[in-house]
Structures are given as C-alpha cells and as structure tokens.
C-alpha cells in the first residue's frame, strides 16, 4: 500500500485514538470521544485540552442563564478545574452537567 508521507502521523494518532492509550503529555487534536459502558465503568478521554473545556462551556451557556442547580455546580466546578490545569477532571465535570442538562430538557 503507497501512502503519502503526510499521512503517517494522522495515522499514529488514530492509532492512540483506537487504542484508547496516548503517550504520556500529549494532547490528541481530534475530536473527543468518549465512552461508558456502565455505570461503573470510567469515562475515557482522548484529549484534554482548554479549547474542548471551552467549546463544552459555550454548549452548556447556549441553554441559557437558568440552569439547573446541579447542572450549575458542576459547570462552574468544570470550568475552575480547566483554568487551574486540571483539564481532564474538568472536561468530566462539564460532560456531566450537559447529560443532566439534556435530561432535564430532554434535547
């Protein structure tokens, strides 16, 4: 199989994306993903980057200044965690208040 030289490390980087695994600092540009198999299963995160903390905070502001209580703590605990550095654990705070946003308004 022939393949451009530009695509060698696009495919090095969907393999760390596939395998769930990157190496140790390194922020994977693609999109996020993540996934949980149950409710004790952890979420996995490929990314952890400030822009996806921010492009999280903006869909979650989009539903307007009254939020729930919940969905409102866990908001601003995501968004303090992302400006302190700790990027990964605010990105799960912020994935849960958008779930129990979208259950309290059922979209």
């Given at each position: 199989?022939?393949?451009?030289?530009?695509?060698?490390?696009a495919i090095v980087v969907m393999s760390f994306c596939?395998?769930?695994?990157?190496?140790?600092?390194?922020s994977i540009g693609a999109e996020i993903v993540t996934?949980?198999?149950?409710?004790?299963?952890?979420?996995?995160?490929?990314?952890?980057?400030?822009?996806?903390?921010?492009?999280?905070?903006?869909?979650?502001?989009?539903?307007?200044?009254?939020?729930?209580?919940?969905?409102?703590?866990?908001?601003?605990?995501?968004?303090?965690?992302?400006?302190?550095?700790?990027?990964?654990?605010?990105?799960?705070?912020?994935?849960?208040?958008?779930?129990?946003?979208?259950?309290?308004?059922?979209?």
């Amino acid at each position: 199989m022939n393949m451009h030289p530009a695509m060698a490390p696009a495919i090095v980087v969907m393999s760390f994306c596939l395998c769930g695994a990157a190496p140790v600092g390194t922020s994977i540009g693609a999109e996020i993903v993540t996934t949980r198999d149950g409710p004790d299963k952890p979420v996995i995160i490929t990314s952890d980057t400030k822009a996806y903390c921010n492009r999280l905070l903006n869909i979650i502001d989009a539903y307007g200044p009254a939020l729930p209580q919940d969905v409102d703590n866990l908001r601003t605990q995501g968004e303090d965690m992302c400006r302190e550095g700790r990027i990964r654990s605010g990105i799960v705070r912020l994935r849960r208040a958008l779930v129990e946003l979208k259950e309290t308004t059922h979209s």
